[in-house]
């Protein structure tokens, strides 16, 4: 057998664990851009840096996002990655496919790039790895006819996300997938043209157990919730205490003590209950959400480039999500109309709220302050007051 | 002239007939064993998920396997999960096992349901991004092999979400999982002063600095770092490619420990610093592949049932946690940016181990 052009990259087609070596190996067989990609990846494994230059402003015709330019800083050595840009392909909500979908996607791939996909990428798109720029437009194109689009990049709306929500899910309080699939669709010239002081993102699930991430991850995080008292059925609470410990596993856990079980009844104080999901998660046969559902909705969330991670912060307690969904919309219109105005480049919505006061955005946007919005209150006597509130001077 | 803002395919057309007849009629659910899963709806209908791990980085070739298995099993139905997971959706429970075997033959490993280690979150590395200060697909491939057995059984307390990013932008967003693997770069920008004043836009990159360590140089028409306030975070390079920050010796890997995002029980947390540094060590990354696997063993050993990392680090202390699993605590665990004082022990309150 001849020597491999690249040892060390082959160490990691061993294991149990799928490899994706062998992927890209799978690809290189049939193209020379996925041949010259591996070759280069073990250049990087030699030199422990990577071979990607900064940047190149590319696109299709009429977007702003969507594609990633990319180039490699040893064309010299790999010249077929000269130009490898990456596609981002707005995913069907929820990453729900037909098999027919996804081979058009393939056969696309397949004729304009490398022949590699990220499935998928941490957006949510699915993510189409290295294309020239010539093949840019010609592959848009033929996305386009095949019923596909472009997701977002830049200083722009990020591809929406969501849950699987009431597809499969019994826990779903709001429909996390239609939520996200009418926003997608409402916003798609914020998507595709970037009109913001940096990127914003929002993702949206379906309850408190948080499946997107939403509340780390977005600066609008959706996450369906409930008002009125969790549901019980008291024969199926007692088939689950054959097979757990109630009182040790669901009681004892729960963090607030809201539930009692004398072993035969479980009684819940739903006053007390933050509705965390735990005895739901562990019950879902006896225990289920309340009837009266919607939607806590929250700001800020994001990761620490540049001031420092920050998780969202409760914006509206409860807010009833039904289509057309206005009331969102309106909301999230009247936070971006701020934030475009008053953020700085490379801003994000968390990190202009705790520059101006969370006191100033909940005015601009037209929002009461109520006590679920903080932990505690303040602690500090630096307390600022609206004009209007201060008896001006007697002349 | 193709058409614009289509949007994407509209999910509808994608559910298989159990889901759509039974859409938000789902009543409870069973994990049977780990990696299927049984929903059933009032209806009484089954919907069962097998969901199957992947490497995420997938040839064409391999979406078209993937494809051929949920049309002989599943009627071409299938969605894929926001850990990278392959779920098979199908409603007749006589072709479970034959899709596993199936599966299980083809390489894949079935599980990653219930108290498992799922598929690892992770971004692009050097496969494909321009601000690295590791891989991601190469460390994540190393430690799922030594892992494995945490995917494909679910005897752990609870479930361990493990997330890698390659750099502190965090495409991963890893700050809130049980255990982050994050590159970090550990040494300043170096400033091509030929190239700054054609590429850069000198007040921009000097406000891209969180910390200020960004001045301009007049003199050269270009700007300087001051070494001691800059904390290598990597962002003036994102607005300036004439500072860049890659270094080969003395990039690598921190790993941080007790984040996560679920509401249930305790209420979302960061995750925390557990090792300020390990080498990049290609193929394998050895010692990071070692350190997580500690991490792991040593929760797996003491915590409780439906404890999460973080929550059986807050039972049991930090002085603990650092105790059992043998890591050494060093200044470089103690904040010093913003907000760091929040993080000091305000009490006489702690455990001596």
């Known amino acids: 057998m001849a020597n491999s052009d690249t040892p060390l990259l082959d160490e990691l087609e061993k294991g149990k664990w799928p490899s994706f070596v062998k992927d890209m190996k799978q690809a290189a067989q049939k193209n020379p851009m996925a041949r010259d990609l591996i070759r280069q990846l073990e250049l990087s494994y030699k030199d422990k840096i990577g071979h990607w230059k900064h940047g190149g402003i590319v696109g299709v015709r009429g977007y702003g996002s969507g594609v990633i330019g990319r180039y490699s800083d040893r064309p010299d050595l790999f010249p077929n990655v000269q130009a490898f840009h990456t596609m981002r392909v707005n995913h069907p909500t929820g ?41 840019l437009q010609a592959c848009f194109d033929d996305l386009s006819s095949a019923g596909f689009d472009l997701g977002g990049s830049g200083s722009a709306l990020r591809t929406p996300s969501a849950c699987v929500g009431p597809a499969r899910c019994e826990w779903a309080c709001i429909d996390s997938l239609d939520i996200c699939y009418d926003i997608t669709m409402t916003y798609q010239d914020q998507i595709h043209r970037p009109m913001f002081p940096y990127k914003f993102k929002i993702k949206v699930s379906a ?10 991850r977005s600066d609008l995080s959706i996450i369906g919730t409930w008002k009125d008292d969790i549901q019980i059925n008291p024969q199926e609470v007692l088939t689950y205490a054959s097979r757990i410990n109630i009182q040790k596993e669901v009681c004892d856990l729960c963090p607030t003590r809201c539930m009692e079980w004398n072993g035969r009844d479980l009684k819940i104080y739903n006053e007390d209950c933050t509705r965390c999901m735990h005895c739901i998660n562990l019950m879902p046969k006896a225990l289920r959400p309340g009837k009266e559902k919607g939607a ?3 700001v800020g969330g ?64 037209g929002l009461q302050a109520v006590p679920q919005m903080v932990k505690a209150p303040r602690t500090n006597p630096y307390v600022f007051f609206w004009p209007e509130d201060i008896k001006k001077e007697v002349k | 002239m193709a058409k614009t803002d289509i949007g994407p395919p509209d999910y509808k057309t994608m559910l298989p007939p159990v889901i759509q007849k039974n859409y938000g009629k789902w009543l409870y659910h069973e994990i049977l064993k780990p990696g299927v899963l049984m929903h059933i709806s009032q209806s009484g209908e089954a919907l069962y998920s097998i969901r199957a791990g992947s490497p995420r980085l997938v040839s064409t070739d391999h979406i078209r396997e993937i494809c051929d298995i949920a049309e002989k099993y599943c009627d071409g139905f299938l969605r894929f999960t926001s850990r990278h997971n392959i ?5 007749d429970k006589d072709r479970i096992e034959p899709l596993i075997d199936e599966l299980k033959n083809r390489g894949y490993p079935v599980g990653g349901t219930g108290h498992s280690i799922s598929n690892i979150v992770h971004t692009q590395g050097w496969v494909h991004c321009h601000t690295p200060a590791t891989d991601a697909s190469g460390p994540v491939k190393a430690l ?14 609870a479930h361990v979400r493990i997330a890698l990013a390659c750099c502190l932008n965090m495409c991963g967003a890893v700050h809130c999982s049980d255990i982050a693997i994050l590159g970090i ?7 091509d002063n030929t190239r700054v004043p054609n590429v850069c836009e000198i007040p921009s990159t000097v406000a891209s600095c969180p910390t200020g360590a960004i001045r301009g140089d007049m003199k050269n028409k270009s700007v300087a770092v001051n070494e001691e306030k800059c904390m290598y975070c990597g962002n003036c390079y994102t607005v300036c490619p004439a500072m860049p920050i890659a270094d080969p010796d003395n990039d690598g890997i921190s790993i941080w420990v007790g984040g996560k995002v679920s509401n249930a029980r305790s209420v979302p947390m960061f995750s925390k610093l557990a090792i300020p540094f390990l080498p990049n060590n290609p193929p394998r990354w050895p010692e990071v592949v ?58 006489t309150q702690f455990k001596w181990r």
Not at chain 1, 207 to 216: G, K, L, P, Q, R
Not at chain 2, 305 to 330: A, Y
């Open chain 1, 95 to 135: 990453w729900f496919y037909k098999t027919d979908t996804l081979r058009k996607l393939c056969d696309i791939w397949d004729k304009h790039g490398s022949g590699l996909t990220n499935m998928h990428g941490s957006t949510g798109d699915a993510i189409l790895l290295g294309t020239t720029t010539n093949h």
């Open chain 1, 207 to 216: 309850c408190a157990n948080d499946c997107v991430s939403s509340i780390a």
């Open chain 1, 296 to 298: 806590t909705i929250l």
């Open chain 1, 302 to 365: 994001k990761a620490p480039i540049v001031k420092g991670a920050l998780l969202s912060w409760v914006i509206v307690p409860f807010m009833k999500l039904e289509p057309p969904y206005d009331e969102l919309k309106s909301l999230i219109e009247r936070i971006q109309d701020w934030w475009d105005e008053n953020g700085k480049s490379r801003e994000r919505l968390g990190e202009l709220i705790t520059r101006l006061g969370m006191r100033v955005f909940l005015k601009a946007v």
């Open chain 2, 87 to 91: 779920e098979f959706l199908l409603d």
């Open chain 2, 144 to 157: 799922m092999d030594e892992i494995y057995d945490y995917f494909v059984t679910a005897t752990l307390p």
């Open chain 2, 185 to 191: 770069h550990r040494t300043v920008p170096k400033v």
């Open chain 2, 290 to 347: 070692h350190a997580v696997k500690n991490i792991i063993e040593v929760y797996a050993t003491h915590a409780r049932k439906h404890e999460r990392i973080g929550e059986w680090i807050n039972r049991v202390g930090w002085e603990r946690f650092f105790s059992l699993t043998g890591i050494p605590f060093t200044d470089q665990h103690i904040d010093d940016f913003d907000l760091a004082t929040e993080t000091f022990r305000t009490s």
